[in-house]
């Protein structure tokens, strides 16, 4: 099937998930393997991540290197009663500084496209070549995952995660043919309910696998009104929380495989 790929412009889509996004690098390394490039990538907060490193030209183990750097996340979380979010956006930015410096939406090996939502009034944007922003400054507004991370200003606007409005942003794709991996698809969430002894883990645990199904049925409407050719790679997330950025050798190999 991807043998097809070879000789078409296609877009690539990778959604958002939080840790779950580490699955994209397995779908990369196999596209590296076959030699297949994207004429384009779309990506919604993780996917955004590492469809901008992509973007500019590094390959998927140099980026499985820098999504690492995530792992200390918790080490980032900031005991303050002030601001909207738990987690420090400073040492992030740092990372995002080293990989993209003083690099612009326009200056990319592959065509970018990253989906945030403007959190005044709900609608989405989407951050093109078109517009004079920093990669790292797209970046820092389509992973802000409200009251998760800081949300990020840019011209007076306030923006935050992209999943918002799109987590699978097939709709911003350019060519009729996509390949979209979307790690908060119907491998995402368990079958049966919550069952712990404690009803905290229940209630924490419902309202994950709730935002989950919010999700998946924001995509598969999108996906269900499309008319373009989808070529849907879902992997087995669902055995993981979106918190396991420690975990990401497991969750890598989970997107592995998936191109036939």
């Not at 078109?130 to 970046?139: F, H, Q």
């Not at 420690?246 to 036939?260: F, N």
Request: aromatic content about 10%; glycine content about 8%; hydrophobic content about 40%.
């Amino acid at each position: 099937m991807t043998n097809n790929f070879e000789t078409k412009n296609f877009t690539l889509v990778l959604s958002g998930g939080g840790a779950f996004g580490i699955a994209h690098l397995g779908v990369l390394h196999d596209l590296e393997e076959q030699n297949i490039v994207p004429n384009e990538i779309v990506g919604t907060s993780m996917g955004g991540i590492i469809g901008a490193c992509m973007s500019i030209g590094m390959k998927e183990e140099e980026i499985h290197e820098r999504i690492k750097s995530f792992a200390g996340v918790f080490n980032w979380i900031k005991f303050s009663f002030s601001g909207n979010a738990i987690v420090d956006n400073d040492k992030i930015a740092q990372i995002f500084d080293e990989i993209f410096q003083d690099r612009k939406m326009k200056d990319t090996q592959i065509p970018l496209k990253l989906i945030v939502t403007n959190l005044r009034d709900g609608n989405k944007r989407v951050f093109t070549a078109e517009d004079d922003v920093s990669i790292k400054d797209a970046i820092l507004c389509t992973m802000a995952i409200p009251g998760i991370f800081e949300e990020h200003i840019i011209d007076g606007n306030i923006y935050g995660d992209g999943f918002l409005c799109e987590n699978l942003g097939i709709n911003e794709a350019s060519f009729d043919d996509v390949i979209a991996v979307d790690v908060l698809g119907k491998n995402a969430f368990q079958k049966m309910m919550p069952d712990n002894f404690f009803k905290t883990s229940n209630v924490l645990e419902m309202f994950e696998k709730s935002m989950r199904l919010l999700i998946y049925n924001q995509s598969q409407t999108h996906i269900r009104n499309s008319s373009k050719n989808i070529y849907l790679l879902e992997p087995h997330t669902k055995e993981y929380k979106t918190f396991d950025f420690h975990k990401s050798e497991e969750i890598r190999a989970l997107g592995l495989g998936l191109l036939k």
